[in-house]
């Protein structure tokens, strides 16, 4: 067999199927608005903690959306809950209480039980 200098690796694809909403769900009842969000990227660009930190509101919203709860936590706890996010959000979206709420769902759950 010959080496190509590549090899097919493992598809990364989600299940959206079998991914728990749940939380998610919770999450619109409490903050309408998140599902308003379009990851237009707003929120990042103008974002303090990303001058200072690798931290991404729309990597965030994603995973919790998708139920991939695995390090989101430490990731919510570097925003500054500043609002700057909020102010140029184009669709109107919530996004501080978005992650006040998630900060609060994750503390609550027994995320690595799901």
């Given at each position: 067999m010959k080496?190509?200098?590549?090899?097919?690796?493992?598809?990364?694809?989600?299940?959206?199927?079998?991914?728990?909403?749940?939380?998610?769900?919770?999450?619109?009842?409490?903050?309408?608005?998140?599902?308003?969000?379009?990851?237009?990227?707003?929120?990042?660009?103008?974002?303090?903690?990303t001058n200072h930190t690798d931290f991404n509101f729309r990597k965030c919203h994603l995973m919790f959306r998708r139920g991939q709860f695995e390090n989101i936590s430490e990731e919510l706890d570097k925003c500054m809950l500043c609002g700057k996010c909020?102010?140029?959000?184009?669709?109107?979206?919530?996004?501080?209480?978005?992650?006040?709420?998630?900060?609060?769902?994750l503390n609550n759950m027994d995320y690595k039980n799901i």
């Open positions: 080496n190509w200098g590549y090899k097919i690796s493992k598809p990364r694809g989600i299940d959206l199927d079998t991914a728990n909403i749940k939380e998610f769900d919770k999450l619109a009842e409490k903050v309408p608005s998140a599902k308003r969000c379009l990851m237009c990227g707003a929120c990042s660009a103008t974002c303090s903690a909020k102010l140029v959000c184009p669709r109107g979206v919530n996004t501080r209480a978005i992650i006040y709420n998630m900060r609060i769902f």
